[in-house]
């Protein structure tokens, strides 16, 4: 047998490193094949709990919009009672029709920025026929409406009219209206000092008569400083003398006052557009707690 030449054992040893390359080949492709297997394997279990997890998260959304919902609706109807029975109370304890017309009107404008989202029904509160104890000259402070808000506290008088009204009249304007002049002597009015007057249409429609509302603006004035003392509150409540026309004659204004703090509306129009415009349109002043702690003193005085 003759020997192997060096070139035989180079090509065995290149036949040899050829098959252990081969065999390194397939191991890695299986490795490979295992890694992908296991990587495909991880992501099918990930998926399966990012479902898991999705169901669960929308079956407990469902079960907490039904609760929401749910606790809507009973608020909703407390709401509703609550509103009843203001009605009602407004029914046995009002003096008269213009403060049960201003209520409705008030309940109608709450009912209103509520839907249109524009306050939560906790920001706005409607109070009727409060009275406020002595204060030290012994006057007891009747108000018609007191209305509370995040931006403001407003007392209010309600008075059913028709005819005209002249507020913050003085002797400036008697070249304008000259019969306003014998009106202020014959009511001995001062002519320097602003007056209310309201020229009213008498039940025969053939007549009218002047009647001074300057007190009436005057007292619900000192109503609000009163409030505020009593109550201790931040501001001074904003005073609103409000004339609603009756179901048959209408009711106007000519307003002369150059006093920025009492406000003086005639007709539901005006009054919703002073609170639309005005109202919820300023800074903050009370919390819903601040409004929550004034309404339970105001009922400690009217139990």
Same mark, same amino acid.
């Given at each position: ?19 252990? +390359? ?6 890695? @492709? ?18 399966e709990s990012l479902k898991s997890e999705h169901k669960e998260k929308l079956d407990? *959304? ?6 929401? =919902? ?15 029975? *203001? ?11 213009? $403060? ?6 008030? =309940? ?18 409607i109070m009727a026929n409060i009275f406020l104890p002595k204060d030290p000259l ?9 209305? @509370? ?10 008075? =059913? ?12 304007? +008697?070249? $304008? ?19 209310? @007057?309201?020229? $009213? ?15 009436? %603006? ?45 406000? %003086? @509306? %005639? ?32 009922e400690k005085f009217n139990p």
């Amino acid at each position: 047998m003759s020997q192997l030449e060096p070139i035989h054992y180079g090509l065995i040893a290149a036949v040899v490193i050829a098959i252990i +390359f081969i065999i390194l080949f397939f191991v890695s @492709l299986k490795q490979r094949k295992n890694s992908l297997a296991k990587v495909q394997e991880q992501h099918k279990k990930q998926n399966e709990s990012l479902k898991s997890e999705h169901k669960e998260k929308l079956d407990h *959304e469902r079960v907490e919009n039904k609760k929401v =919902l749910s606790k809507q609706k009973e608020e909703h109807q407390v709401e509703i009672s609550q509103k009843e029975r *203001e009605i009602d109370s407004l029914k046995i304890f009002s003096k008269n029709e213009g $403060e049960y017309i201003t209520d409705r009107h008030l =309940l109608d404008l709450r009912d209103q920025l509520v839907n249109e989202r524009r306050i939560r029904p906790e920001d706005m509160h409607i109070m009727a026929n409060i009275f406020l104890p002595k204060d030290p000259l012994g006057k007891v402070h009747q108000i018609d409406h007191i209305v @509370l808000t995040r931006t403001g506290i407003y007392v209010i008088d309600s008075n =059913l009219v028709n005819g005209h009204i002249y507020h913050g009249i003085t002797e400036q304007q +008697f070249s $304008e209206f000259p019969i306003l002049g014998q009106v202020f002597e014959t009511l001995d009015l001062n002519p320097k000092k602003e007056q209310t @007057l309201l020229l $009213e249409k008498q039940a025969s429609k053939k007549s009218a008569a002047f009647h001074d509302y300057t007190d009436k %603006v005057k007292e619900v004035d000192e109503t609000s400083e009163e409030l505020q003392r009593q109550l201790e509150l931040k501001y001074t409540p904003t005073p609103i003398i409000y004339f609603h026309p009756d179901e048959v004659d209408e009711a106007t204004i000519s307003n002369y006052s150059q006093d920025p703090n009492i406000k %003086v @509306l %005639v007709g539901e129009q005006q009054l919703q557009h002073f609170f639309n415009k005005f109202v919820f349109h300023g800074r903050f002043q009370y919390s819903v707690e601040d409004l929550e702690r004034i309404m339970d003193e105001l009922e400690k005085f009217n139990p």
